[in-house]
């Protein structure tokens, strides 16, 4: 199985910050690297697919970027609806497999 | 817009089997180059993929959850369906169905049902 570590677990940051996410992969999966967003008591929301696209109607503020192993997930300007939990991942092979979230908290 | 729902009981007794079912609106449970997965999540944990089951009917399976898991489909109510036997309180989730494409990450999610397993 390809376990999918992020960093970091949780971070505290304010409204208008650029925060990155890191996303490390225990074996390579090209860029078969996908980013979700999920707020409490609501289900994943798809933000980024194929390490770098992103999907209809997410704002450019969201980026990311990586291939192989090593990926980021980057927020240029912390909104208040930016707070919320965030899942890497990969689809390269099953079984299907997530990091383990990263908290996105206010500062 | 595709929609997909979840349903089933929300409370399962220990050793039982957990029988969940997934209507998909908004679009063909059929057509080929999709994917439809079962996703749970423990409350205050993190996403777990259960199975997956593709449009030409074959089924992948996490392998810690392989030996109580099937995942089945009923085209002509366009539903997909879980089951999770021997369940514990390990099984406590919120679990969700979803679809994904080929080469493409899960885009469309239902709403989540929480199961509880307890006597």
């Known amino acids: 199985d390809i376990q999918m570590t992020q960093s970091p677990s949780s971070l505290s940051a304010s409204v208008g910050d650029r925060v990155t996410i890191t996303c490390r992969a225990s074996?390579?999966?090209?860029?078969?690297l996908a980013w979700f967003q999920q707020k409490p008591g609501k289900a994943p929301k798809s933000l980024i697919y194929?390490?770098?696209s992103l999907q209809s109607g997410v704002p450019s503020k969201f980026s990311a970027g990586g291939s192989g192993t090593d990926f980021t997930l980057t927020i240029s300007s912390l909104q208040p609806e930016d707070f919320a939990t965030y899942y890497c991942?990969?689809?390269?092979?099953?079984?299907?497999?997530f990091g383990g979230g990263t908290k996105v908290e206010i500062k | 817009q595709l929609q997909l729902q979840e349903s089933g009981p929300g409370l399962v007794k220990p050793s039982e089997t957990l029988s969940l079912t997934c209507t998909v609106s908004?679009?063909?449970?059929?057509?080929?180059?999709?994917?439809w997965d079962w996703i749970r999540q423990p409350p205050g944990k993190g996403l777990e993929w259960i199975g997956s089951?593709?449009?030409?009917?074959?089924?992948y399976y996490n392998p810690p959850l392989s030996s109580r898991v099937t995942i089945s489909v009923d085209t002509s109510k366009s539903q997909f369906s879980l089951e999770l036997s021997s369940v514990t309180a390990a099984d406590t989730a919120v679990y969700y169905c979803?679809?994904?494409?080929?080469?493409?990450?899960?885009?469309?999610w239902g709403q989540g049902t929480l199961v509880t397993v307890s006597s």
């Open positions: 979803a679809r994904r494409e080929s080469y493409r990450p899960t885009v469309y």
């Open positions: 908004g679009g063909s449970i059929r057509s080929s180059g999709y994917y």
């Open positions: 089951m593709s449009y030409s009917g074959s089924t």
């Open positions: 074996q390579g999966i090209s860029n078969y």
């Open positions: 194929a390490a770098s």
């Open positions: 991942q990969q689809y390269n092979s099953y079984p299907l497999t």
